[in-house]
């Protein structure tokens, strides 16, 4: 039997933002289910509207078989919670507050003392029972917010973010409770958590979250199976190899090898995926031969470019990608403007982030750009966004490297764009129009009249190739036309 059912369960908090966006969920009774997302990615929207404090905008869920609309007061009874601010008073001790929550729960007060010397056992806090609750540490209140929820004896408990901020100590010890808790009681458990460790240590499956909508669902060992890749070099294969380990993927499926040897027409849907990031080595060159793998249209040794040809080959429709390039791929003609074209013509190419120099100093300073695209449908408009450096900086370097956390103005304003002075929007119309350049500068701001000296060379190095392509060319005409008079 179903503990929890969600059908096409939706939250709008305005026309344009949909929180929660259509998910489709099936829980088991007995089951501990991890709820993995990033933040911002709705997890505690959903967990909200199936605690019956937030009610959905469309879609219908049950919980413990009842209507989280309908019935939402005998939903409450059914369930214990506990959100991720712990809602304690700090003035009452431990064994305090656990038989006020019995006490209100309609417990006696004999029954509601047992239940919750029972609970500080369980969660060993029966040494801190009389202290008050203030003088407990984090850790400490993450357990007593734990105790309380299980007060009423409840069949289902939602556990959104219970270890956030705490010591890697008191987390294994939430894990430890949570775990025996499930055995001991049946308790089904519906966990919400960013960390992808604590899901695989708990849930029996998991359902990940981004953007409010579900992108993948299975066991923690078929999603840690799903990541999968293939790296030329061996020490960037090593690390990549470690940082999985490292992240609880215990036998990481990364293969040791060229991406661009397998010819392009082997890959069929059994290849294909959902998403792929990649960073792919520009300004190198493969040896020769490589690019017989590809289409004659598309033939060049240049890496990113064949890169990009594999990556929209590999998607299945639907399928997202994000890829990192240089200016020389945006701005680029002839075979980069063919690759080009393809793309807008059977992805929608719906954003191109711009990156400062530096980001991958002392290797290369040449500006990057990372491509967001989903396979399926052609381009209308792409957004630009100029990512600009953090305050007080000119420039990256191994002691100043580009972090996550610069990139929370691109976050909040994907899901609600607009011109500003870092952002703006071209039609796939002007983008074709103009040679499938992508090159585009941002309208929004005074041109000072001195473009990167970075591009610059590297345009006059690809104009000095194409004149020299051309003479060797116009010297092959001439020679064979001397050669028939």
């Known amino acids: 039997m179903s503990a929890i059912v969600a059908e096409g369960l939706v939250k709008h908090f305005a026309p344009d933002?949909?929180?929660?966006?259509?998910?489709?969920?099936?829980?088991?009774?007995?089951?501990?289910?991890?709820?993995l997302g990033p933040n911002g990615s709705g997890k505690t929207t959903t967990v909200r509207m199936l605690t019956t404090l937030l009610r959905p905008t469309r879609g219908r869920a049950t919980v413990a078989g009842l209507d989280i609309t309908r019935q939402a007061t005998e939903v409450r009874r059914a369930i214990g919670v506990a959100l991720q601010d712990a809602g304690l008073d700090d003035l009452?001790?431990?064994?305090?507050?656990?038989?006020?929550?019995g006490?209100?729960?309609?417990?006696?007060?004999?029954?509601a003392a047992g239940r919750a010397g029972r609970l500080l056992e369980v969660v060993d806090l029966a040494g801190a029972a009389d202290r008050p609750v203030k003088t407990y540490s984090g850790g400490m209140k993450r357990r007593l917010d734990l105790a309380a929820a299980l007060m009423?004896?409840?069949?289902?408990?939602?556990?959104?973010?219970?270890?956030?901020?705490?010591?890697p100590i008191s987390r294994e010890s939430i894990w430890r409770y949570v775990r025996d808790l499930n055995v001991s009681e049946g308790v089904t458990f519906f966990l919400t958590t960013q960390y992808?460790?604590?899901?695989?240590?708990?849930?029996?499956?998991?359902?990940?979250?981004?953007?409010?909508?579900?992108?993948?669902?299975?066991?923690p060992a078929e999603l840690k199976a799903s990541i999968r890749g293939v790296e030329k070099k061996a020490l960037p294969h090593l690390l990549c190899v470690t940082n999985l380990m490292v992240h609880g993927v215990e036998v990481p499926a990364i293969r040791h090898g060229n991406t661009l040897a397998r010819p392009l027409r082997d890959y069929g849907p059994a290849d294909q995926v959902d998403v792929i990031a990649t960073n792919p080595p520009f300004g190198g060159m493969e040896e020769d031969g490589i690019e017989n793998n590809f289409p004659t249209e598309f033939r060049t040794r240049e890496t990113a470019d064949l890169f990009l040809v594999l990556v929209m080959e590999l998607l299945r429709d639907g399928g997202r990608a994000a890829i990192v390039l240089p200016d020389g791929t945006l701005f680029g003609e002839g075979i980069k403007t063919r690759i080009k074209k393809r793309l807008l013509e059977e992805c929608n190419l719906h954003t191109i982030v711009r990156l400062?120099?530096?980001v991958f100093a002392p290797y290369t300073t040449i500006k990057t750009n990372i491509l967001f695209f989903t396979k399926g449908e052609p381009t209308k408009d792409v957004w630009f966004y100029e990512h600009p450096y953090p305050d007080g900086y000119k420039s990256y370097s191994k002691t100043k490297p580009m972090r996550i956390k610069e990139f929370e103005p691109e976050k909040s304003w994907w899901e609600n764009r607009e011109d500003t002075e870092r952002a703006w929007k071209v039609t796939a119309d002007d983008i074709?129009?103009?040679?499938?350049?992508?090159?585009?500068?941002?309208?929004?701001?005074?041109?000072?009249?001195?473009?990167?000296?970075?591009?610059?060379?590297?345009?006059?190095e690809e104009a000095t190739a194409e004149v020299e392509a051309a003479s060797h060319a116009l010297r092959s005409a001439l020679s064979e036309a001397l050669l028939r008079g």
């Open 17 to 35: 933002i949909r929180a929660v966006d259509g998910i489709d969920l099936n829980v088991p009774e007995g089951q501990i289910f991890g709820f």
């Open 92 to 101: 009452q001790t431990g064994r305090e507050l656990l038989q006020l929550q």
């Open 103 to 111: 006490r209100l729960h309609a417990l006696n007060t004999r029954h």
């Open 152 to 167: 009423h004896e409840p069949k289902i408990v939602f556990l959104d973010e219970p270890t956030t901020g705490l010591d």
């Open 196 to 219: 992808l460790e604590e899901a695989d240590r708990l849930a029996g499956m998991v359902a990940i979250m981004d953007h409010g909508r579900i992108v993948a669902q299975g066991s």
């Open 356 to 358: 400062p120099k530096g």
């Open 432 to 460: 074709a129009a103009g040679g499938f350049n992508l090159d585009i500068t941002n309208p929004n701001v005074v041109d000072d009249g001195h473009e990167d000296p970075d591009v610059l060379l590297a345009r006059y």
